[in-house]
């Protein structure tokens, strides 16, 4: 793990000699053959450990029609974060003329991607770079502020709201209202209730919060209230508050903890009980 000083904002704890799409670099990239004037609809799984990317396809023009499995309202974009356990659709149009089009994948805060080639029959296939000219940049919010689901949360105002505080200790200790997993104090909700959760992060990291059993409604971004995506896994960036909403409609214990698995394995996960 590269040494970065505490507090200082920054990506990647953990560099790898290699990222995948479909096990395959952009040394030898999967190709996949599509159809001129055809339309593909891509569906990209950020399934790493410690990796969040940028997801472009800089030769096609694209549209986000779904996160994490929840449609939204299609929207037109030019490259779209993709946080550990993030799931994203996009909608692309293949030209008639055709050709090879890269899909890429480009790790954050570094030059590193990976990807994979939609060509036509017969398209020549260029070799692609696995390092990109420039950095990308941190993941942020820019794109779930746009993002407005198709079937939202029907309205209703929350029975119970509740502060969720992301920590960073000396000693690799990453915690949630202060507690590591094991020391936790559990969320405790009644079936069917209404719940609301700000996610605070002074830390040094952006955090995929991922909530097991229940999909929520992004509602509130820093302190503007609006009617955002349905997910199950929200990029918690530092220093902006995120608020979400959920109906507790499954009983039992269900994990809430950071995608970034060694985040979540060194403490930053607790329970939301529902009864």
Request: glycine share 10%; aromatic share 6%.
């Amino acid at each position: 793990m590269p040494g970065h000083m505490m507090g200082m904002i920054h990506a990647n704890d953990v560099r790898y000699d290699a990222y995948l799409a479909n096990d395959r670099t952009l040394g030898d990239p999967e190709v996949v053959k599509v159809e001129k004037g055809g339309r593909v609809r891509l569906r990209i799984i950020n399934g790493a450990t410690a990796t969040a990317f940028v997801v472009s396809t800089p030769a096609l023009a694209s549209k986000v029609v779904a996160v994490d499995g929840s449609p939204c309202a299609a929207i037109s974009t030019v490259s779209s974060p993709l946080s550990q356990g993030q799931r994203i659709d996009l909608l692309v149009e293949i030209p008639k003329e055709g050709g090879a089009f890269p899909v890429l994948a480009q790790v954050e805060d570094a030059q590193a991607q990976t990807g994979i080639v939609l060509a036509t029959t017969g398209a020549a296939v260029a070799k692609q770079s696995s390092m990109a000219r420039a950095n990308a940049g941190l993941l942020d919010l820019s794109l779930d502020a746009k993002l407005a689901a198709t079937t939202p949360l029907p309205e209703k105002r929350a029975d119970q709201s509740h502060m969720v505080m992301l920590g960073e200790e000396t000693g690799y200790r990453w915690t949630i209202n202060g507690r590591v997993h094991g020391e936790h104090e559990p969320f405790r909700f009644k079936q069917g209730e209404r719940v609301e959760l700000t996610f605070m992060n002074p830390t040094s990291m952006m955090h995929p919060m991922h909530l097991h059993g229940h999909h929520f409604q992004v509602v509130g971004l820093g302190g503007r209230r609006y009617a955002g995506p349905v997910r199950d896994t929200l990029i918690v960036p530092p220093h902006m508050p995120v608020t979400v909403a959920f109906d507790a409609a499954l009983k039992g214990s269900w994990f809430l903890h950071c995608h970034h698995l060694y985040h979540m394995a060194t403490g930053m996960m607790t329970e939301v009980i529902i009864a």
